[in-house]
């Protein structure tokens, strides 16, 4: 099991709090638009006339004046696999009139494609941070939903360990008997958890979210014991479910111990003064008022360059409905 494991929590927590600067301070962080630079013109012996031409300027449709008039702050996080890929991938939506908060995963085989990176491999989303770290990311992530994303951040795994201690760890419903071994990853991985409801910290917290299967069967090659009955979807919505009670535990905290502890392990692009002085825009989220879903679309099989693979390939019809529940647009 050589993947990155799948701990983002920190990056989570940090960036929930990075929202709450969001929402008081959007007028004055919110990324700017480039400036125009005049270049000085040299004089010229003969001005030549050009008839003006009418620029014709389409209607902007119903969502995209809704988004261009939200105080909605939306935010990218990411968890680092290799220097070449991201894992996990999510989009987060908060909005500050009712301070709830959505989570939309994205599923690191989604389809994305650009121009020039014709491979099989690179046309997943997770090859976008290969390509431009953290911002190719986060340009894929706003290509394929269509909305603006504000922030970013990302971790590895490193600090995980540390970090889910620092908020006393997880409580959380462990669906499935979780055993594996990996003598070869470094450091050799061992999972043992039991099935149950659970306070989970440490190596047991990073098992829980690295699990995909149980050992190999001795009995029948490239069969794996255990695992999530319903594959992938299973394991998502575990994850799912870790991060929400996470988040819980890590509101129920002091935000700037929190922030601290977890700082040097997150890549962001909001600065740490923005998310202490902006911290009590938090105080209205509770898990209640957080919504965890996946991005909609199917698994397809797809031949490029000769290899065939693997992909989620999202529904444009379904994520047009679902940016317009979030933006609130009939």
């Known amino acids: 099991m050589k993947e990155f494991l799948k701990v983002f929590l920190v990056a989570l927590v940090v960036f929930l709090i990075a929202i709450g600067a969001g929402v008081g301070a959007y007028k004055f962080f919110a990324p700017e638009k480039k400036a125009i630079v005049k270049v000085e013109e040299k004089p010229i012996e003969e001005v030549i006339e050009v008839e003006k031409v009418e620029e014709v300027v389409p209607e902007k449709t119903p969502l995209e004046k809704a988004i261009e008039n939200s105080e909605r702050v939306n935010a990218v996080f990411m968890g680092i696999e290799t220097e070449n890929r991201s894992d996990v991938i999510m989009f987060i939506s908060f909005d500050p009139e009712t301070s709830k908060l959505d989570v939309i995963s994205i599923p690191r085989d989604t389809y994305y494609y650009e121009a020039g990176h014709e491979s099989a491999g690179q046309r997943k989303i997770n090859a976008a941070y ?35 201690d620092a908020i006393g760890g997880v409580k959380v ?39 995909r299967h149980g050992n190999m069967d001795p009995d029948r090659d490239g069969v794996f014991l255990g695992g ?41 692009n909001a600065g740490m003064s923005e998310i202490l002085f902006y911290q009590e825009n938090l105080l209205g989220i509770t898990s209640d008022k957080i919504t965890m879903g996946t991005l909609p679309g199917d698994a397809k099989m797809m031949t490029y360059s000769g290899e065939r693979l693997s992909y989620f390939e999202a529904s444009e019809s379904e994520i047009e409905k679902l940016v317009k529940k979030l933006y609130d647009v009939k």
């Open 173 to 211: 419903n462990v669906p499935v008997r979780m055993l594996y071994d990996d003598p070869t990853d470094n450091p050799p991985l061992h999972i043992n958890i039991q099935k149950g409801t659970q306070v989970l910290k440490g190596n047991d917290a990073v098992g829980f979210l690295r699990y």
């Open 130 to 164: 290969g390509r431009r770290r953290e911002e190719g990311v986060e340009d894929a992530v706003e290509n394929i939903l269509g909305v603006p994303i504000h922030y970013y951040a990302s971790i590895k795994y490193s600090g995980v360990r540390a970090i889910v």
């Open 228 to 268: 999530y009955p319903n594959g992938d979807l299973g394991r998502v919505r575990a994850q799912q479910a870790f991060v929400k009670s996470a988040i819980q535990q890590a509101l129920s905290l002091k935000f700037s111990s929190v922030v601290r502890t977890a700082l040097p392990y997150v890549k962001t």
